[in-house]
């Protein structure tokens, strides 16, 4: 079942077979398989072979599926790796009561899971894809706001939840560290022109094949604003080598890589401090960041 607030039905491979035969009749014949790892605000559907479902768990994401439809399509063309585009739109019903999406099906496995080859040659390529996004024509983009949960919009947003997670994990964490960080970056500005962000560039949304980074998937959350944001990765994946690679391939003024590490310390903080101080993956993440080892 879905979580509280979202919808109070089993979103299941019965309710996507159901959906696809309603509205799709030429790929009803197609076997619905469960993915394992479908996403955290979707549940992800293979499709016969080629083709997969996404359904949003609830009505704060449900209005992304139009966003994806949009623009997704104009920005696939001009960037290196293959992106998930959505090929038909499922229209809200009495079963499901939200917008859905057919998407192409792209190959690969999650860096999560994925042997990956060269994690500098890795960085590089994830580098390259996210100066090339930040390349494209942002005019007329959606800028950040509630649609994305204010990812590349000013940091500010997310004060109440960095002060929340302080207090609650007390002695926990270097609250002198994380606060004089949290700080310096509220004190810089983003002064270039917006560009295309994809607001959630982690492991679980890059594919991997062949041990090479080959596609960037969910993009639900995208917008045009700071590209800060999306560039956690240097802290909560890389290291060594794959991260000075990283940095160095970027090439961000300070200024951005300041804030950059807070978007790194709010995800990490409020993670850590939802789980009752018992997470060290986000731990780790703000050991290095307030340690300020990059």
């Given at each position: 079942?879905?979580?509280?607030?979202?919808a109070?039905?089993?979103?299941?491979?019965?309710?996507?077979?159901?959906?696809v035969?309603?509205?799709?009749?030429?790929?009803?014949?197609?076997p619905?398989?469960?993915?394992?790892?479908?996403?955290?605000?979707?549940?992800?559907?293979?499709?016969?072979?080629?083709?997969?479902?996404?359904?949003?768990?609830?009505?704060?994401?449900?209005?992304?599926?139009?966003?994806e439809?949009?623009?997704?399509?104009?920005?696939?063309?001009?960037?290196?790796?293959?992106?998930?585009?959505?090929?038909?739109?499922?229209?809200?019903?009495?079963?499901?009561?939200?917008?859905?999406?057919?998407?192409?099906?792209?190959?690969?496995?999650?860096?999560?899971?994925?042997?990956?080859?060269?994690?500098?040659?890795?960085?590089?390529?994830?580098?390259?894809?996210?100066?090339?996004?930040?390349?494209?024509?942002?005019?007329?983009g959606?800028?950040?706001?509630?649609?994305n949960?204010?990812?590349?919009?000013?940091?500010?947003?997310?004060?109440?939840?960095?002060?929340?997670?302080?207090?609650?994990?007390?002695?926990?964490?270097?609250?002198?560290?994380?606060?004089?960080l949290?700080?310096?970056?509220?004190?810089?500005?983003c002064?270039?022109?917006?560009?295309?962000?994809?607001?959630?560039?982690?492991?679980?949304?890059?594919?991997?094949?062949?041990?090479?980074?080959?596609?960037?998937?969910?993009f639900?959350?995208?917008?045009?604003?700071?590209?800060?944001?999306?560039?956690?990765?240097?802290?909560?994946?890389?290291?060594?080598?794959?991260?000075?690679?990283?940095?160095?391939?970027?090439?961000?003024?300070?200024?951005?890589?300041?804030?950059?590490?807070?978007?790194?310390l709010?995800?990490?903080?409020?993670?850590?401090?939802?789980?009752?101080?018992?997470?060290?993956?986000?731990?780790?993440?703000?050991?290095?960041?307030?340690?300020?080892d990059?």
């Amino acid at each position: 079942m879905v979580g509280v607030g979202s919808a109070p039905f089993a979103i299941d491979a019965a309710l996507a077979r159901r959906l696809v035969t309603a509205q799709f009749p030429q790929w009803a014949h197609l076997p619905v398989t469960p993915v394992a790892m479908g996403g955290h605000d979707n549940v992800t559907f293979r499709l016969g072979e080629g083709l997969s479902l996404r359904l949003r768990r609830d009505e704060a994401h449900a209005h992304q599926v139009e966003k994806e439809a949009l623009w997704l399509p104009k920005l696939a063309a001009n960037l290196p790796l293959a992106i998930q585009t959505p090929l038909a739109l499922g229209a809200p019903g009495e079963e499901f009561p939200w917008a859905w999406s057919v998407n192409q099906w792209l190959p690969g496995e999650s860096a999560n899971c994925a042997a990956i080859n060269d994690p500098v040659t890795f960085a590089r390529d994830l580098a390259g894809f996210l100066k090339a996004l930040q390349h494209l024509d942002a005019s007329g983009g959606p800028a950040a706001g509630s649609h994305n949960f204010f990812r590349g919009g000013p940091l500010s947003t997310y004060s109440r939840q960095v002060s929340w997670a302080l207090r609650k994990l007390g002695s926990g964490v270097d609250q002198l560290g994380a606060k004089a960080l949290w700080e310096s970056a509220l004190a810089t500005r983003c002064t270039g022109s917006p560009v295309w962000i994809h607001g959630d560039v982690s492991p679980g949304n890059l594919l991997v094949s062949e041990g090479r980074l080959s596609a960037v998937i969910d993009f639900g959350i995208m917008g045009v604003g700071d590209p800060a944001c999306d560039l956690v990765m240097a802290w909560t994946f890389f290291e060594g080598e794959a991260r000075a690679a990283f940095v160095d391939a970027m090439a961000m003024d300070l200024d951005t890589w300041t804030r950059a590490r807070d978007w790194a310390l709010w995800k990490a903080l409020i993670t850590l401090a939802g789980n009752g101080g018992e997470d060290r993956p986000a731990m780790q993440v703000i050991e290095v960041v307030v340690g300020k080892d990059a």
